[in-house]
C-alpha cells in the first residue's frame, strides 16, 4: 500500500492513529491538490461556510510548512471539494 492508498478515506486533521470516519457525522470528500482523498469533517459548517470553502494548513503544499491548501465546494454537490491551488 503506497502513501496516497493509505491517505484515502481518513479524516483530515485527524490523530493518525484514530483518523477513520466517525458515525453520525458527515463528510466531504477533498478533491486534487496535496489533499486528494482525504475527507474534511463538515458536520457543523453552515450552507454558507461550506459555499466558502475550506484553507487547510498542509505541509505537503506547493508553500511547504506554513502553507495551507485552498479547496472549494463542487457547484451542485457539497459532498466534494475541489482543490483550487495553494497559499502561503
Request: aromatic fraction near 12%; charged fraction near 25%; proline fraction near 7%.
Amino acid at each position: 500500500m503506497d502513501e496516497l492508498e493509505f491517505m484515502r478515506g481518513r479524516v483530515y486533521g485527524a490523530d493518525h492513529d484514530d483518523a477513520a470516519p466517525r458515525p453520525g457525522r458527515v463528510y466531504a470528500q477533498l478533491v486534487g491538490g496535496p489533499l486528494d482523498g482525504l475527507l474534511l469533517d463538515v458536520t457543523d459548517w453552515s450552507t454558507q461556510q461550506r459555499a466558502d470553502g475550506a484553507a487547510l494548513p498542509t505541509e505537503i503544499g506547493r508553500y511547504g510548512p506554513g502553507g495551507r491548501a485552498l479547496y472549494g465546494q463542487r457547484p451542485g454537490d457539497w459532498r466534494y471539494f475541489d482543490w483550487e491551488g495553494d497559499t502561503a
